[in-house]
C-alpha cells in the first residue's frame, strides 16, 4: 500500500520536537501496525513544502508523488489556503491529476487549523474559507475528508488544550497538536479498511 502525504509546513514536521513526533510520522506508524497484521506491507512518502498552497501543491504532486504510484494521498493545504482566492483551482487540480493517474485512487482532504481560524471561525460556529473551498471540491469529486478544525475546538473548549499547549506559534502543532491530528486521521483511515 502506497501512501504518500501532500501539503505545507504542517505536513512538513514544523511545530513538532522531532520528525518522529510529526503528525504524518504517527500516522505512518498507526497505519503500519494496522496493516502489517493482514499481511500488507506499506510504504510512505512526504512532499511537503512550508508556506505553499494548493496552487502550488498542484504543480509539484505529479512529479514529487503521482510518478512514484499511489495507493492514498493524503492532502493537507487548508491553513495556506485560507486566503487563496484559488483554492479550488489549486485541490481540483491535484484530484484531476491524481485520479488521471489511477482512477481506483483514494484521496483524503485533511483540514487542520490555526488559533486565528479557531477563534474567527470555528469558535463562531462557520467554516474557514480553505476549508469551504476544498470542500466544495471534494463534495464534487466524492473526496474523503478528516475536518480537524472543530474537533480542536471542542478540546480546546473542553480545556483539553490550551492554544499554547496545542499550538507551537498559533499556527504550527506543538508534539501534542501533532499527536491529535495523528489520532483523527489514523482511526478515519484505519476505520474504512
Not at 496552487?55 to 487548508?78: H, S
Not at 507551537?168 to 491530528?181: E, L, Q, R, S, W
Request: contains cysteine; aromatic residues 8%; positive net charge.
Amino acid at each position: 500500500v502506497k501512501i504518500r502525504f501532500l501539503g505545507g509546513s504542517i505536513s512538513q514536521v514544523t511545530g513538532a520536537t522531532a520528525p518522529d513526533k510529526a503528525y504524518w510520522w504517527l500516522t505512518k506508524q498507526a497505519l503500519s501496525a494496522a496493516l502489517h497484521p493482514r499481511g500488507d506491507d506499506s510504504q510512505y512518502i512526504l512532499a511537503a513544502v512550508g508556506g505553499t498552497n494548493s496552487v502550488y501543491g498542484a504543480y509539484r504532486v505529479g512529479v514529487q508523488l503521482l510518478d512514484k504510484n499511489i495507493d492514498l494521498l493524503i492532502v493537507e493545504f487548508a491553513v495556506n489556503d485560507d486566503s487563496n482566492k484559488r483554492a479550488v483551482d489549486g485541490m481540483e487540480g491535484i484530484v484531476r491529476q491524481a485520479l488521471k493517474r489511477n482512477p481506483k485512487m483514494g484521496i483524503i482532504f485533511m483540514y487542520t487549523t490555526m488559533s486565528r481560524l479557531d477563534r474567527d471561525d470555528y469558535a463562531q460556529g462557520k467554516l474557514p474559507a480553505g476549508v469551504v473551498a476544498h470542500h466544495q471540491v471534494a463534495e464534487h469529486y466524492g473526496i474523503a475528508e478528516v475536518h480537524c478544525g472543530p474537533l480542536v475546538n471542542n478540546a480546546i473548549q473542553a480545556n483539553q488544550f490550551t492554544t499554547a499547549t496545542f499550538y507551537k506559534d498559533g499556527v504550527h502543532p506543538t508534539n501534542a497538536g501533532h499527536a491529535f491530528y495523528a489520532g483523527l486521521l489514523s482511526r478515519a483511515i484505519i476505520g474504512s479498511l
